[in-house]
């Protein structure tokens, strides 16, 4: 199956933060995936992960006059030691019991169990968890079915490590804000790849999740109040048993019930057995210079869905859906249901079903939405995964500006989009910008090798 190798500096991604897990909300009828096997109820996994992951870690005393903020993890180091790169320590959970806000825990390669963290970071001072090398993480702790697991603790990062074999999520953020998850490869794994449930501010950058074996990719859950504004850019999601990420409210989790201010660009899923997107009870966010194709293996509603937890009464409002080729066989390229309100839907490439608005209540554009014939006269190579735009290829002008919206400023690939149509203030639709006639477009090339 075909990956994609992101370059995130292109996307203008910086160091990211990360947040502990969570298991995710129910998955409705239209999601569920008919599989050989019988399905837990998710609540009774979420119940189940809250109940386990209370146990308090002991915390060991520090002097804060006389200490150190890198601490480093090897497989051939020992828990007695200072953690210095000339004594370094076994495990990353003596680490998470070490680290302050500052620190920086530097695993070097090699096969590790998992761990759950101990502190909160500060603002401008987190607690960074960075893997250098090929870290592996696939033993999970004894008391919790997540192999990272971020709970009750703010301002964390976790970036580069392997995660795979969970027995639940591979990373979870639970009640824990302004974390960053990047640059992880999660998969396969039995529920989810990144689960967060209360997570305000968390932010999803770069990783890939893939295998997840009940659900969804990842997954981003509940909500306390209108201060969610998750970031989910630049993932690639593949081959799991429901979507490839889904944002759900879910009111009957407490809160509010609705995720609010998401900002979910740059993603490329492809492959799932259900839906790409599957966007429940979200409001005031946007959906832009994401690539979707192939799923809906075997169930889904659309590539995607903008909808309602069933009996919650929070529909999906105010979103803006913008600038997404979207290429599904079979399913709807984009579906609004469920009382959907107020959504803008401009400037996407559609090759499927089109899109369906059951609701009547949205606003798309007519002719900056482009219903494709097929893919091979649009986009480079899709048999490969390429969906860059031909050069040359015949698509009306799309629109900078839509309903008071306007189109993303940069193309999925980090580069400006260029106005190249006769149309004053025009731009492309979909993810890329047509090249210039006759010039190599390096920037995209690279970003897409």
Same mark, same amino acid.
């Given at each position: 199956?075909?990956?994609?190798?992101?370059?995130?500096?292109?996307?203008?991604?910086?160091?990211?933060?990360?947040?502990?897990?969570?298991?995710?909300?129910?998955?409705?009828?239209?999601?569920?995936?008919?599989?050989?096997?019988?399905?837990?109820?998710?609540?009774?996994?979420?119940?189940?992960?809250?109940?386990?992951?209370?146990?308090?870690?002991?915390?060991?005393?520090?002097?804060?006059?006389?200490?150190?903020?890198?601490?480093?993890?090897?497989?051939?180091?020992?828990?007695?030691?200072?953690?210095?790169?000339?004594?370094?320590?076994?495990?990353?959970?003596?680490?998470?019991?070490?680290?302050?806000?500052?620190?920086?825990?530097?695993?070097?390669?090699?096969?590790?169990?998992?761990?759950?963290?101990?502190?909160?970071?500060?603002?401008?001072?987190?607690?960074?968890?960075?893997?250098?090398?090929?870290?592996? %993480?696939?033993? #999970? @702790? +004894?008391? =919790?079915?997540?192999?990272?697991?971020?709970?009750?603790?703010?301002?964390?990062?976790? *970036? /580069?490590?392997?995660?795979?074999?969970?027995?639940?999520?591979?990373?979870?953020?639970?009640?824990?804000?302004?974390?960053?998850?990047?640059?992880?490869?999660?998969?396969?794994?039995?529920?989810?790849?990144?689960?967060?449930?209360?997570?305000?501010?968390?932010?999803?950058?770069?990783?890939?999740?893939?295998?997840?074996?009940?659900?969804?990719?990842?997954?981003?859950?509940?909500?306390?109040?209108?201060?969610?504004?998750?970031?989910?850019?630049?993932?690639?999601?593949?081959?799991?048993?429901?979507?490839?990420?889904?944002?759900?409210?879910?009111?009957?989790?407490?809160?509010?019930?609705?995720?609010?201010?998401?900002?979910?660009?740059?993603?490329?899923?492809?492959?799932?057995?259900?839906?790409?997107?599957?966007? %429940?009870?979200? #409001? @005031? +966010?946007? =959906?832009?210079?994401?690539?979707?194709?192939?799923?809906?293996?075997?169930?889904?509603? *659309? /590539?995607?869905?903008?909808?309602?937890?069933?009996?919650?009464?929070?529909?999906?409002?105010?979103?803006?859906?913008?600038?997404?080729?979207?290429?599904?066989?079979?399913?709807?390229?984009?579906?609004?249901?469920?009382?959907?309100?107020?959504?803008?839907?401009?400037?996407?490439?559609?090759?499927?079903?089109?899109?369906?608005?059951?609701?009547?209540?949205?606003?798309?554009?007519?002719?900056?939405?482009?219903?494709?014939?097929?893919?091979?006269?649009?986009?480079?190579?899709?048999?490969?995964?390429?969906?860059?735009?031909?050069?040359?290829?015949?698509?009306?002008?799309?629109?900078?500006?839509?309903?008071?919206?306007?189109?993303?400023?940069?193309?999925?690939?980090?580069?400006?989009?260029?106005?190249?149509?006769?149309?004053?203030? #025009?731009?492309?639709?979909?993810?890329?910008?047509?090249?210039?006639?006759?010039?190599?477009?390096?920037?995209?090339?690279?970003?897409?090798?």
């Amino acid at each position: 199956m075909k990956r994609f190798s992101f370059i995130l500096g292109l996307l203008g991604i910086g160091a990211p933060l990360l947040c502990a897990q969570l298991p995710g909300p129910p998955v409705t009828p239209r999601e569920v995936v008919t599989r050989p096997f019988s399905r837990p109820d998710p609540r009774a996994l979420r119940t189940q992960c809250l109940a386990t992951a209370t146990a308090p870690l002991p915390v060991t005393p520090t002097n804060a006059s006389a200490r150190q903020n890198f601490f480093v993890v090897d497989v051939r180091g020992q828990d007695a030691n200072s953690g210095l790169a000339t004594a370094p320590l076994r495990t990353l959970q003596r680490a998470a019991q070490l680290a302050q806000p500052g620190d920086t825990v530097a695993v070097r390669p090699g096969v590790y169990a998992g761990f759950r963290t101990v502190r909160s970071g500060r603002p401008g001072q987190p607690i960074t968890f960075l893997a250098q090398g090929e870290v592996v %993480i696939n033993v #999970a @702790d +004894s008391t =919790v079915e997540d192999l990272i697991c971020v709970r009750g603790t703010d301002w964390i990062t976790v *970036a /580069g490590f392997s995660v795979r074999d969970a027995p639940r999520a591979g990373i979870s953020v639970i009640e824990a804000s302004h974390c960053v998850v990047s640059n992880n490869v999660c998969g396969p794994n039995k529920v989810w790849g990144i689960f967060t449930g209360f997570a305000p501010q968390v932010q999803i950058i770069g990783n890939k999740a893939f295998g997840s074996g009940e659900q969804h990719g990842i997954y981003v859950s509940n909500s306390r109040g209108p201060d969610d504004k998750p970031v989910i850019r630049g993932n690639e999601c593949y081959a799991n048993a429901a979507s490839g990420i889904q944002l759900n409210g879910d009111c009957n989790m407490g809160g509010d019930g609705v995720i609010q201010g998401a900002l979910i660009e740059g993603n490329i899923l492809h492959d799932n057995e259900s839906k790409a997107f599957s966007l %429940i009870s979200i #409001a @005031d +966010s946007v =959906v832009q210079n994401n690539l979707v194709y192939n799923n809906g293996r075997s169930s889904g509603a *659309a /590539g995607i869905h903008l909808t309602d937890e069933p009996r919650c009464g929070k529909p999906s409002r105010r979103n803006l859906v913008v600038n997404n080729p979207i290429a599904e066989p079979r399913l709807a390229a984009i579906r609004m249901s469920d009382d959907a309100t107020d959504n803008i839907v401009f400037n996407n490439l559609l090759l499927g079903r089109g899109i369906v608005d059951e609701t009547g209540k949205n606003q798309i554009e007519g002719d900056s939405n482009v219903q494709l014939p097929a893919a091979g006269v649009v986009f480079v190579s899709p048999e490969r995964g390429d969906y860059r735009l031909l050069p040359g290829a015949a698509l009306p002008a799309g629109k900078a500006s839509y309903a008071g919206h306007n189109a993303p400023m940069t193309d999925l690939s980090g580069a400006v989009r260029r106005r190249l149509m006769p149309l004053p203030g #025009a731009c492309d639709a979909g993810c890329t910008e047509l090249p210039i006639p006759g010039k190599f477009d390096v920037v995209a090339e690279k970003a897409w090798k």
